[in-house]
Nanobody, 122 residues
Framework: QVQLVESGGGSVQSGGSLRLSCAAS????????MGWFRQAPGKEREGVAS???????DYADSVKGRFTIYQDKAKKTLHLQMNSLKPEDTAMYFC????????????????WGQGTQVTVSS
């Protein structure tokens, strides 16, 4: 069973930075997609950034140039570096994993973490 544990959320002021981390375990496949998603109160979950086992990345337009997704394959850890944060980035952020490599920002991932809260104040 794949397990995902997020960390690194918190409260920052507008313009600040945070780095989210996701420790993954329980999978053996070398082919996969991993992603960061977020959900604000009253809104649907949306894709923020994704990366697959081949290193291909995808970003939501709203975060391009500000967020960077990267992975440490040896440690099975996924990160999201978030710079120039805005109040509209406030949401619960979730890490996701799927053994299909083409999912990108689709929300149909098979495995999800519990989430970590990011709050950006103006």
């Amino acid at each position: 069973q794949v397990q995902l544990v997020e960390s690194g959320g918190g409260s920052v002021q507008s313009g600040g930075s945070l780095r989210l981390s996701c420790a993954a375990s329980g999978y053996a496949t070398n082919v996969y997609s991993m992603g960061w998603f977020r959900q604000a109160p009253g809104k649907e979950r949306e894709g923020v950034a994704s990366i697959n086992s081949f290193g291909s990345t995808d970003y939501a337009d709203s975060v391009k140039g500000r967020f960077t997704i990267y992975q440490d394959k040896a440690k099975k850890t996924l990160h999201l570096q978030m710079n120039s944060l805005k109040p509209e980035d406030t949401a619960m952020y979730f890490c996701a994993f799927d053994p299909r490599s083409w999912l990108g920002l689709a929300t149909s991932y098979l495995y999800w973490g519990q989430g970590t809260q990011v709050t950006v104040s103006s």
